[in-house]
């Protein structure tokens, strides 16, 4: 099995940047795609990127594309989500998690981690 930990959340001023980390330990290979999701106070989680195992394949929500960038090393076991151009909507508690593919669905994803908190103040 593989377990996912996030690290990296904070408080920020808006416009300017954080970076996510989401490290796997176990057998990380067992989910090759890793997926980042927020989840704002009362709404549901959202889907924010996905890296496939490779880096060559990635997706972006409409609503942060070309402010946030996703990547991986896969010898550090870690998934990085870039953050920057932050809006007090960014504001979230922020997932990544596992799956076989690259996909936006959350059902297509069964390893989570705890989460990460990120708030931008206006």
């Known amino acids: 099995q593989v377990q996912l930990v996030e690290s990296g959340g904070g408080l920020v001023q808006a416009g300017g940047s954080l970076r996510l980390s989401c490290t796997a330990s176990?057998?990380?290979?067992?989910?090759?795609?890793v997926g980042w999701f927020r989840q704002a106070p009362g709404k549901e989680r959202e889907f924010v990127a996905v890296?496939?195992?490779?880096?060559?394949?990635?997706d972006y929500a409409d609503s942060v594309k070309g402010r946030f960038t996703i990547s991986r090393d896969n010898a550090k076991n870690t998934v990085y989500l870039q953050m920057s151009s932050l809006k007090p909507d960014d504001t979230a508690v922020y997932y990544c998690?596992?799956?076989?593919?690259?996909?936006?669905?959350?059902?297509?994803?069964?390893?989570w981690g705890q989460g990460t908190q990120v708030t931008v103040s206006s």
């Open positions: 890296i496939s195992w490779s880096g060559g394949s990635v």
């Open positions: 176990g057998r990380p290979f067992t989910r090759p795609a």
């Open positions: 998690a596992g799956a076989l593919r690259p996909r936006r669905e959350l059902d297509q994803y069964d390893v």
